[in-house]
């Protein structure tokens, strides 16, 4: 049973999800500096150096560029991020334990495409409002295969409270028998965090698309938001499918951030290990493989939760 922390919690959460990443960007810099024949300490501090660049570096000004929105996006993007943790529990702890702590999680993730998009339209440039189109376009893609496994995770526990799906997991984890689901939705989790592969909204070819045009705080925020969202759904992947805080020995609070840590790991791994996939070979591979393949295993688990009934 999840229980709701005190008024502490809250900032607890802010700390866990900055130290997450914070590692999540040093282990990216440390395969990045591999890559490129580098030592692993001077990349691992590597984003603590871009961070003091980017915090002292002018922020940018364009002409006509709608002000509000520009800079209001990776604001959004961040709290958007945030926000959508506070129904993931670590351990048998949450912030809170809504009854629809799920559509709350997807709410929350929706915001964060429209944030991506006014960071594209805002400053009045063609790089970053084709980058900003190129997100539409991608979470267009994603976003019916990530609901759908959202869907399927719900109707294996009957209910949408996160804290109920983990309970259902008590005998047996859900990556057991709905492995599908489990890889669509870590595939679902680094589009919608624009990561690589599915980076193209904001690829080398359009100059950085959507963040084309920020530049000091305005970045910094920006890719901030963008690491918190890719921990906040490699978070939500452990009590959706993988038990929560269960295992031996260790106390399930550390169990949680374990396997947080492992699945946070190899989505960096991944998106260092693939190349950029463009929009169009994404949306075909998402309607044509992603949507069915989905659509499969919410119907197993579908008979399999009736026949048990």
Not at 35 to 54: D, F, K, M, Y
Not at 109 to 125: H, Q, R, T
Not at 132 to 138: H, L, N, S
Not at 141 to 154: I, N, R, S
Request: aromatic share 12%; net charge neutral; charged share 10%.
């Amino acid at each position: 049973m999840v229980e709701i922390t005190p008024w502490w919690g809250a900032f607890a959460l802010l700390a866990v999800l900055a130290l997450f990443a914070l590692g999540a960007a040093s282990f990216d810099a440390v395969l990045a500096g591999r890559a490129a024949g580098r030592r692993a300490l001077p990349s691992a501090v590597e984003p603590l150096r871009s961070t003091a660049g980017l915090l002292v570096r002018q922020r940018r000004r364009l002409l006509a560029a709608d002000t509000l929105l520009w800079r209001g996006a990776g604001v959004a993007l961040l709290v958007a991020a945030t926000m959508a943790s506070l129904a993931t529990p670590l351990g048998g702890w949450a912030v809170t334990d809504m009854p629809v702590g799920i559509v709350w999680f997807n709410a929350m993730e929706i915001v964060a495409w429209a944030a991506v998009w006014l960071a594209g339209w805002g400053p009045n440039s063609a790089f970053s409002l084709v980058g900003g189109y190129r997100f539409v376009a991608q979470g267009l893609a994603y976003e019916l295969p990530h609901m759908f496994v959202l869907t399927t995770a719900a109707l294996g526990a009957g209910s949408l409270r996160v804290g109920d799906v983990v309970a259902a997991q008590r005998d047996l984890w859900f990556v057991v028998w709905m492995p599908v689901a489990f890889v669509v939705y870590l595939v679902s989790v680094l589009a919608m965090a624009f990561f690589r592969p599915f980076d193209h909204a904001t690829g080398g070819d359009l100059a950085g698309g959507a963040r084309a045009e920020l530049s000091g705080v305005d970045r910094l925020v920006f890719a901030a938001g963008q690491w918190v969202l890719l921990v906040s759904g490699a978070a939500m992947a452990v009590p959706l499918f993988l038990g929560g805080g269960s295992g031996p020995v260790l106390p399930d609070w550390l169990w949680s951030l374990m396997k947080t840590a492992a699945v946070l790991g190899v989505l960096v791994w991944a998106g260092r290990r693939l190349p950029t996939i463009r929009m169009e070979r994404f949306t075909e591979i998402a309607w044509m493989v992603l949507i069915p393949a989905t659509l499969l295993q919410a119907l197993f688990v579908s008979v399999v939760v009736i026949q048990e009934g």
